[in-house]
């Protein structure tokens, strides 16, 4: 940022009813393709661009440095001699007789990736070496029952079973497996035709049984057309079937209609969207939302020779900046809900953001991305190297930087945070959320904040752990990651939050000043009834002046039951002392009223790989309970820099 927004404290109070008549007016992607194409044909160059495309792919992958081809050419030969692993029927049931998602995912998994890899290694080489061996892995792949991963074939009639193939299903493994296929076709399909007659027939008949027929005959749920929300599926989905569709179908009628679904359907997904660019699913989601629909914008643009452009979208701007928006230092980002604490997105989508509005910012903060990963070029999945390689020059030569605002304001999604120095990572930095809890990947974390301090982190959301058949099932809550216990939430007359759209944060207001930012709101809904709590307002700011980060909790209970408990969650060891906890030797200390709390220390074992990647063996629950049985009563904390490292 480059002013230092000041404003008073401003009530957000738009209502979901009054929200959802506005964004219903929006359809820019249907309007768009319909005015252009009013009279059909859509796309008649398509045979042209789809020959620019593999050219200019290929011309890409030639202009990538002989370090990254090499490394990838030299993965490429390793696959040469893989042996590709049997998906027995027994394998796929797994999910439904041990909710275990992974086994049958990790080898359709190294499927994919090793066929990417064979066809990047000839894409590199171009010698047709490894045709043999990518049509093995290719045929594998068509003659795979279905494309669906079993944690999502549930919806079919037989629910978690085998595949019923008359009744095809659209997930994520499914559209991403046939984007896949498509692009190996777009890139091979001469090399195909010389090695058998029949491998391109029955790619274009697998693709169409499996992806573009389904689409055009179903409904499916995350499509959006039964006035439900949607989430990062659509776009992923959506993008991934248009890509697919652009590189094999010809001008005419059902591309026609399949566009035109498809678009139908992103406009649900834009349409929900709030004002402010915020992705309720969290960072690392975002690659899989607003990450998938600038692709499917961008290539829109292209196959149209720029005719449809939504370059004067500022939504669609902001749901871009929303990436940096959320960057507290490095690789670490805001991470609420099911995200990741550690995470870069997707730079190449990041950069397409910043051609298609003209953002230097997103462009730097890209190329920022991108040296951060050590200009990581992967060839695990071959749309994805075909797309980075298409930036890659742009991506090194543009200055790199990430923009670390000094504050970021999401009212509609109702996400504030701010940092003691714009464009550092010295100080604090505080993140804190209101909104509901039935949002997308929710947890049960509302008035939760996290801090960092210079940079690391000290107050944390635990974030998401590996996926189970529990996960996404009425017992998600029951995990006790994605309890409010388990953020940096009160626990109320000995009461956790209860998930559900009615369990929210009330009069969400935030404010910055060059020497304070604070954010406000009553979590008192957030509760059940068996809390009997009639207001919790929680404030938080932060001081710059004085580095220092403040809590608040001012709260009238209907009756007093038990103790409330004050919980924070943190991956150092603390120490207790009279009034303080230090945290470790970070130089960070909480000091509270001792006469009104009392503090204690849990700790949490971890077990599950994804968490213990993040946060190690064990993390902290410091908790401090109530001494007063008074009904109404407010509590202090302050969280200071002010002990020695």
């Not at 194409?37 to 045979?47: E, K, R, W």
């Not at 730079?347 to 903060?365: A, H, I, M, N, R």
Request: glycine share 6%; net charge positive.
């Amino acid at each position: 940022m480059k002013k230092i927004a000041c404003y008073c404290f401003i009530l957000w109070s738009i209502s979901l009813s009054v929200y959802a008549q506005k964004a219903a007016k929006r359809n820019w992607l249907i309007e768009a393709y319909q005015q252009t194409y009013a009279n059909g044909d859509a796309f008649p160059n398509l045979s042209n661009w789809q020959k620019e495309q593999n050219a200019n792919a290929l011309q890409n992958v030639a202009n990538l440095p002989d370090s990254v081809k090499q490394r990838i050419l030299k993965q490429a030969e390793a696959a040469l001699s893989f042996k590709w692993p049997s998906l027995p029927a027994s394998l796929y049931l797994d999910y439904k007789i041990t909710g275990t998602r992974t086994t049958y995912e990790n080898l359709v998994n190294e499927r994919r990736r090793m066929l990417s890899l064979l066809v990047a290694g000839e894409l590199i080489e171009n010698k047709e070496r490894f045709i043999p061996q990518i049509v093995n892995g290719l045929w594998l792949v068509l003659e795979e029952s279905t494309w669906v991963a079993p944690a999502h074939i549930v919806v079919q009639k037989e629910g978690a079973d085998l595949p019923n193939i008359e009744n095809p299903y659209i997930d994520l493994h499914a559209s991403s497996t046939g984007l896949t296929v498509a692009t190996i076709y777009n890139m091979l399909s001469a090399k195909f035709a010389k090695y058998s007659k029949v491998v391109n027939g029955r790619i274009v008949y697998e693709l169409n049984r499996r992806l573009f027929d389904p689409y055009l005959k179903y409904s499916f749920g995350w499509m959006g057309f039964k006035g439900n929300s949607v989430n990062n599926w659509n776009t992923y989905v959506n993008s991934n079937t248009l890509q697919a569709a652009l590189q094999v179908l010809q001008p005419g009628k059902k591309l026609d209609s399949l566009s035109a679904k498809i678009l139908r359907s992103t406009d649900i997904f834009i349409n929900q969207y709030p004002e402010d660019g915020g992705c309720d699913e969290g960072p690392s989601y975002w690659d899989m939302a607003g990450g998938r629909l600038i692709r499917l914008l961008s290539l829109l643009n292209q196959v149209s020779d720029g005719k449809l452009n939504w370059g004067d979208k500022e939504l669609l701007h902001q749901i871009g900046a929303y990436a940096y928006k959320m960057q507290i230092s490095d690789t670490y980002m805001v991470n609420f809900a099911d995200a990741f604490p550690a995470y870069t997105q997707n730079p190449e989508s990041v950069y397409q953001y910043g051609v298609l509005f003209k953002d230097e910012t997103l462009k730097d903060y890209a190329s920022f991305l991108f040296k951060a990963r050590g200009k990581q070029v992967s060839g695990n999945d071959i749309t994805d190297f075909l797309a980075t390689a298409a930036v890659y020059k742009a991506l090194d030569n543009t200055p790199a930087k990430a923009p670390y605002p000094l504050y970021a304001a999401l009212p509609d999604l109702q996400v504030f945070n701010a940092r003691t120095l714009a464009g550092s990572t010295k100080g604090f930095f505080f993140a804190a959320k209101g909104g509901h809890n039935a949002e997308s990947h929710n947890h049960n974390d509302i008035g939760s904040f996290i801090v960092y301090h210079d940079g690391k982190p000290l107050l944390i959301d635990v974030g998401v752990g590996t996926y189970t058949s529990k996960t996404f099932s009425s017992r998600r809550y029951e995990l006790w990651n994605v309890q409010s216990q388990w953020h940096n939430c009160p626990t109320i007359n000995g009461v956790q939050q209860k998930d559900g759209r009615q369990f929210a944060a009330t009069n969400f207001r935030f404010s910055n000043t060059a020497g304070l930012a604070t954010v406000a709101m009553d979590i008192a809904k957030a509760y059940p009834a068996a809390a009997d709590v009639q207001q919790w307002e929680r404030t938080i700011s932060l001081n710059r002046s004085k580095n220092t980060i403040n809590l608040t909790d001012a709260f009238k209970l209907n009756s007093y039951k038990e103790a409330s408990e004050l919980n924070f969650i943190t991956p150092y060891a603390v120490e207790l002392k009279p009034g303080k906890i230090v945290f470790g030797q970070t130089g960070t200390a909480m000091n509270y009223d001792a006469s009104q709390l009392e503090a204690k220390v849990d700790e949490q074992a971890i077990d599950d790989d994804r968490i213990v990647k993040m946060w190690g063996n064990k993390i902290y629950r410091i908790r401090l309970i109530t001494k007063s049985k008074e009904k109404t009563n407010t509590l202090k904390l302050a969280i200071t820099a002010s002990e020695k490292k």
